[in-house]
């Protein structure tokens, strides 16, 4: 089991228009993990919790950057959740 903290920027969001900024957030923090972690976006699960913090201020303003956990299981599925140590933020 590999677990690792990871600092994503989701400032690329800005470039779409306002009614899928959240959508592409979510999209974009998929992609990033998958890369990290070395596996396929289809194996990237995304906790409730993570998803309600991302939708939290609506689709027009997501987030510009969020910490999050990531857990790599044996079976090269990876879960993502909100960091304990710090959340989203400006």
Known sequence: MDERIINITLRK?????????????ISELRSNVARHM???????????????AIWARGITNPPIHITVKAVKFEDDLVEVSLSDNSGASN
């Open 38 to 52: 070395k596996v396929s976006e289809d194996d990237v699960w995304i906790d409730k919790g993570l998803n309600e």
């Open 13 to 25: 969001t800005r470039a779409v228009p306002r009614t899928q900024r959240a959508r592409r957030a």
